[in-house]
Structures are given as C-alpha cells and as structure tokens.
C-alpha cells in the first residue's frame, strides 16, 4: 500500500510545469566538483512529517493520515517508519532526524516506553540499511509530558531531572545504535516563565552538569558525536536559556563543554530572537562551531515559531553562502524542521512542501557557488579591511600596537575620510545572481 499518491520525484528542470518534479534540485549534478546532495545533506523530521496532526492553539489537527490510527500502540508506530520511508524514497532524501516519542509511544513508565522504543528503532535499522538512509540526528522529547511543565535538565525537581537523563540516556544509545551523524538538545523548557519562582545560577549549573553526563555516557557507549544545542529564545518558555548563538557559545565555553558541542541553527528561532540567520550562521561559523542547520522560515507577519518550508531564494542563498565559506557540512545537514500549513492537510502537500524547500536550497546553492566564482563580494570585504593589512592597522591585529602609538598616528594623520560600506551597490551585485 502506498500513501503518497506520486511516483518518484524526479528532476525536469526548470522550464517544467509539473508540480510534482525539481525544476533546480538535481541530486548527482556537481556544483564546484561536489554532487548537490552533497552539499545539502538534506533531512526530514519525523516529527512534522509524520505526527504532525497540523493543529493550532485555536483548533484541531487537520492532516489527513489514513495510516494512522491514532493509537499508542507499537503496531502503529511500526506502520508509520513503513510510511516514512515511502516518502524519503519518493523524496530522494537520505537522512532523517527524531525525537525519541515521535518514533515511539509514551506509555505508562519509563520501561514501557523503552521496550517500544527498541522494536520501532530495530525497524528503522532495518529500514535504514534496506535503502541507505541515514539518521542525521537524535533527540529527546523533553517537553511535551506534563512532567517537563518547569523544565527537563533545568526543572527544580530533581526527580524530574532524573527522568530526563534516562531518557536522553536512551535517546542517545537509539541514536548510537542507528550509526547516528549528531545527537541535538533543544531546550525548549530550559528557561523560566518568571524569576520570581526561578534560581537561574543553579538552574544553568544542573544543565550543565546535565550535558557533561552526556558527554561521559556517549564517550562510554562509544557515540563520538557531535552532540548540538539548537539555540531559540522563547516558545514555549518565556525565556529560554539556549536564546541565541552568542548565548550558546558563552553557556559552552563558561562550563568547558566546547569540545563536545556544535551549534544547530534554526532559521525561524534566529528571527524570533531578532536575528537574522545569517547571522546566527555567522556567529556559530566564526567560532567554529556551525554544526547543522534546521531548515526553514517564519512569517514577517506571525511572531511565532510557524515552522515554514523554506521558498525565498534571497534567504536560502545567503545560508548556501556561508555553508560553502566554511567548506560544507561534516556530520550536518539542512533538516526541513517545517510543516504544511493547516490549511494543506493532503499527505501529497507534504510531496509539494519539501520540493518546494529542496528546488530554493538548490538555487541558493547555485547562486552562492556563482556569487563565490565571480568574487566581487569577497573582494569588496577585503578591500574594505585593507587598512589593518599593512602599517598601523596591521600592528593591531599582530597585537603589538599600543593606545600611545595610535593617539600619534592619529595627531600625525588627522581626521580619517570616511568611506562608503556601498550596501545598497552590494544588494545590486546579490540581485545579479537572483
Ligand atoms: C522547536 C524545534 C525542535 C527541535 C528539536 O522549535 O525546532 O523541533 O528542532 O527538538
Ligand atoms: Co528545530
């Protein structure tokens, strides 16, 4: 029995007028001597593609998913990777991500829960070596029981906290057990809703030490890694200590975890914390810390999370931009971590979704490869700096300038002239490429 309702989607090129093909997403076409889905590494989540209902804080779920019947029975849940996979084979995607209660039940404890656990993930082994799909990452839930209402690794219950580490515990031998790329930690519950009730420095402290669990069981099971924090600002806590890169990268570096860690970017959580993402890739790339890459957008107009597909070229060419600048993924990847609108609930929508996410990735990429080869950009950015390569700028940056040498060059050289940054020159070159 197949569910969605397409043969396999193939690529026709641009000038084709069927919506169920790539118009600019062709996986084995090399672009700068590296097939596209190498670069890209694209990834879809289990958790939108297959349980998301499409419900909304103000109705119900709408998606139709005739191969569901809705139970928590491990049946069902076997069902579903049989599904899952059509749609990656349809697809042509190769790597996927879950959390461990999208692929499995909760039942009534902890043990339950594992045992379902373990025959959902022999099928997906299973499943995974029939076809060659890899999983890019693993995570747990930590934020959907009731249990987790005041957080997981930051709840003031220590009982709690407990809990939280068996599951991740077990969410990471899953992961190992798949031949996992990554294992990712969203700390959605991570934050407070108010300080009144909250002792921040102790909270940060248990999560910390949360993570350095991590670390020690991973290196004890041998799952080398790496593992990602996903940063977002709020929703559903009122402020989430994992807010931004900057954020991460200093919780990283203050409790020793860097060796251990990448960063996951979400593009819709770099807008909610009033960011762009190519900043969010900027900082985490600087540090040498850009990991993987949740692949989607937000709604200018919405200011939540709304978890859409990808379609602006503008936006998806300036994450090509510096995914190539930094040399490409290792272990990550472009995980679609988007869904239909409510409005969209045919299981063929989600076949539309993720072409439409696929075809602006490709032409993002071709662009940044295009933008890179013409290097007028670049050019521009090194130009601009050029001061600091030679003579007083260059004693700044070897660190052997002092404020006395640089109030005489000043008194020497008077008022400097002030440049143009010509932005909106450069906004036309980007558009050349568009
Ligand atoms: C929530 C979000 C999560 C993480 C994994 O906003 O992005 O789905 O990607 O827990
Ligand atoms: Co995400």
Known sequence: MEYFDTPKITYEGPTSKNPLAFKHYNADETVDGKPMKEHLRFAAPYWHVMRNVLSDPFGAGTARMPWDDGSDSVENA????????????????????WHDRDIGPELNNLAASNEALDAVVEK?????????????WG???????????????????????????????KAIECTHKLGGLGYTFWGGREGYGTLLNTNMKRELDHLARFLHMAVDHAKQIGFTGPFYIE?????????????????????????????????????????LAAHTMEHELTVAANAGMLGSIDANRGDTLVG?????????????????????????FTTGGLNFDAKRRRESPDPIDLVHAH????????????????????????????????????????????????????????LANGEPELASGRQEMLENLINEFI
């Open 231 to 271: 940063p977002k600002p709020r929703e559903p806590s009122t402020h989430q200590y994992d807010s931004d890169a900057a954020a991460c990268l200093n919780f990283l570096r203050e409790y020793g975890l860097m060796d251990h860690f990448k960063l996951n970017i979400e593009t819709n959580h770099a807008t």
């Open 78 to 97: 076997l069902k579903r990777v049989d599904v899952f996979f059509e749609f990656l084979g349809k697809m042509g995607i190769e790597y996927y991500c």
């Open 304 to 328: 939540w999370d709304t978890d859409q597909f990808p379609t602006d070229i503008y936006n998806t060419t300036q994450v090509m931009l510096i995914v190539l600048g930094m040399g490409g």
């Open 355 to 410: 072409i439409g996410g696929m075809d602006t990735f490709a032409r993002g990429l071709k662009i940044a490869s295009a933008i890179r080869k013409d290097g007028r950009l670049a050019e521009f950015i090194d130009k601009r700096y050029s001061s600091f390569d030679s003579g007083i700028g260059a004693k700044v940056e070897a660190g052997t300038a002092t404020f006395a040498e640089l109030e005489q060059h000043t």
């Open 139 to 169: 995570t747990a839930c930590l934020f959907a029981h009731p249990r987790y209402a005041h957080g997981a690794a930051t709840s003031p219950d220590a009982n709690v906290y407990a809990y939280a580490a068996a599951q991740v515990k």
């Open 124 to 136: 997906l082994a299973a499943k995974q070596a029939e076809t060659g799909v890899k999983l890019l």
